[in-house]
């Protein structure tokens, strides 16, 4: 036994002192990703608590306030319009049970006059504009503007209708792959793999777990961009549906386990940003920076800016 521990311990220690200092250097293993875009400012759902969610109205007013990235995410009407929508089901965006799948663009009902912000509990949004929007009119308008395009659904031929808008605006550098489903972001790459991806939710426990075992440093990651949730703000301006989410110890032990500053921060050194979301007061804004985050998403892209303007070494 002794001699088994006099072989094994100074492995075990030559391991953990390689993994932190390549943790601290992943230079030496790894070339850095050089993104086409590099965002602080990201609008979610393109500042829904400023405007309604997801109109050209909120992504015009967001790119106005200096917005560096619109997020949201994408729907197919059943004449093959690619819409933007956070829902499949209108029944909380417009008071109709109907769905997107369901209907032709023409028949997709207009938005609530006021609409409930979904990360910040009993503050609600207005705008003048009600319509639907398409993705091909956000990227017609904002040629320029880097776009991350969620896909909750397995379904091919949104995918193949996202791609082709994408390819068709010359704009696949700047424009992300998002999904918390690890199947639906492996057919999004299968369907286009020169765009950029974002870490599913598997590939997110994945990467924990290689931080925890020391792993990490040594294996390369596709992915180029982290978005996550800010734990503190679950149960405060977000209350979620899942009564696990509801227990304060599981969301302690939840921001104690994936809040790690030495995480974000190798990730940043091999260019991989991080976002943390949904932000929507200046001290979640603060706190998100302060834990390492290269970039905050939020609802109110005014306040965002303001916030950034007083803080310049953020921006």
Not at 50 to 68: C, K, L, N, W
Not at 217 to 238: D, K
Not at 280 to 288: S, Y
Request: glycine share 6%; aromatic share 10%; charged share 25%.
């Amino acid at each position: 036994m002794s001699g088994f521990l006099y072989f094994i311990l100074p492995a075990l220690g030559g391991y953990t002192l390689s993994s932190l200092y390549l943790l601290k250097n992943p230079h030496i293993l790894h070339r850095k990703k050089h993104c086409a875009f590099y965002c602080t400012h990201i609008s979610h759902r393109g500042g829904s608590g400023e405007r309604i969610e997801s109109t050209m109205e909120a992504f015009t007013h967001a790119v106005e306030q200096g917005t560096q990235m619109l997020e949201l995410d994408c729907h197919l009407t059943r004449d093959g319009h690619v819409v933007v929508s956070h829902d499949e089901n209108l029944l909380r965006q417009t008071g109709h049970d109907v769905t997107i799948s369901s209907l032709n663009l023409q028949d997709l009902p207009l938005y609530k006059e006021r609409l409930e912000v979904t990360f910040y509990s009993g503050h609600y949004s207005s705008g003048a504009d009600r319509k639907f929007s398409l993705l091909e009119d956000v990227f017609r308008k904002f040629p320029e503007m880097p776009v991350s395009v969620e896909i909750k659904e397995n379904n091919s031929q949104l995918m193949e209708k996202v791609s082709n808008l994408v390819r068709h605006y010359n704009r696949e550098d700047i424009t992300v792959w998002a999904s918390v489903r690890s199947r639906i972001m492996k057919e999004c790459r299968r369907t286009n793999g020169s765009m950029p991806y974002s870490f599913s939710e598997s590939r997110c426990v994945l990467l924990l777990l290689l931080f925890y075992s020391g792993l990490l440093p040594f294996l390369p990651l596709g992915e180029s961009l982290l978005q996550f949730y800010l734990p503190r703000i679950i149960n405060r301006t977000f209350i979620p549906e899942k009564g696990i989410l509801r227990n304060k110890l599981v969301i302690s032990l939840l921001e104690r386990v994936t809040m790690r500053k030495s995480l974000f921060n190798h990730l940043a050194a091999r260019g991989i940003q991080v976002h943390l979301f949904v932000c929507n007061k200046d001290d979640d804004i603060k706190a998100a920076f302060e834990v390492g985050a290269t970039g905050v998403m939020s609802d109110y892209p005014t306040l965002l800016s303001r916030y950034l303007r007083r803080s310049p070494s953020q921006d």
